[in-house]
């Protein structure tokens, strides 16, 4: 089992910056992927960022790309992501997940098995 706390959301104005914190419990952290993924109000989730088990390997959606940057502490057990000029079609509740099936950064919902409670991001303009 692992367990997943997302924490950092808030409001914001448009052009702000936001650090979301993803705290990891219950299996060894560096042994598997980490994503965040998004909802906005009557929308789907929809993936944002993915990081590999050891972080060397990134893979972001198009929006965010150049805005954005996802990043791990091994150590920590703690997944971030940093958002930086936001907008306000970023308002979102955001979850963090966790693959124990893959080491890769993937973006596919599916390959995730574990999903804390969200957290979230509103972006005023």
């Known amino acids: 089992q692992v367990q997943l706390v997302e924490s950092g959301g808030g409001l914001v104005q448009a052009g702000g910056s936001l650090r979301l914190s993803c705290a990891a419990s219950?299996?060894?952290?560096?042994?598997?992927?980490m994503a965040w993924f998004r909802q906005a109000p009557g929308k789907e989730r929809v993936f944002v960022a993915a990081?590999?088990?050891?972080?060397?390997?990134?893979y972001y959606t198009d929006s965010v790309k150049g805005r954005f940057t996802i990043s791990r502490d091994n150590a920590k057990n703690t997944l971030y992501l940093e958002m930086n000029s936001l907008k306000p079609e970023d308002t979102a509740v955001y979850y963090c997940?966790?693959?124990?099936?893959?080491?890769?950064?993937?973006?596919?919902?599916?390959?995730?098995?574990?999903w804390g409670q969200g957290t979230q991001v509103t972006v005023s303009s």
């Open positions: 990081i590999s088990w050891g972080g060397g390997s990134t």
């Open positions: 219950g299996r060894t952290f560096s042994n598997y992927a």
């Open positions: 997940a966790a693959s124990t099936l893959l080491r890769t950064a993937v973006a596919g919902a599916g390959a995730y098995n574990y």
